[in-house]
């Protein structure tokens, strides 16, 4: 997995969206990250450090490319605000679900 700058993750994203629209799907996960990259120690070992702030760890999968990156606190609405205008313009081609009714509800009302 490759860790990017933000800017340059955003323009990575753009091209991975773009490569999956012609043959395939691309996942993007959002959890919070406190800094540390090993499991937490066995008992009776010293407990890892608190941090003293969180950040956010944005992570995105294509069948053979792996992109992710770390917002830091500060940054997340700005980051939030270039994320969502690569996604809206990424999703133009999105089929609408039909959905189907329960026969139950149809009949009651």
């Known amino acids: 997995m490759v860790l990017l700058t933000n800017e340059e993750f955003l323009s990575q994203l ?35 450090p608190i941090p003293a702030e969180y950040s956010c760890l944005i992570r995105a999968r294509s069948r053979s490319k792996k992109l992710s990156t770390v917002v830091k606190r500060d940054e997340v609405a700005k980051f939030m605000e270039s994320y969502s205008k690569v996604l809206k313009s990424s ?9 189907v009714k329960n026969k139950a509800k149809a009949a009651q009302g």
């Open 14 to 48: 753009t091209l991975l969206a773009q490569s999956a629209r012609k043959d395939s799907s691309f996942t993007v996960t959002i959890k919070r990250y406190d800094g540390h990259d090993r499991p937490k120690p066995r008992e009776g070992k010293a407990p890892l």
């Open 91 to 99: 999703m133009d081609g999105l089929k609408k679900v039909k959905k």
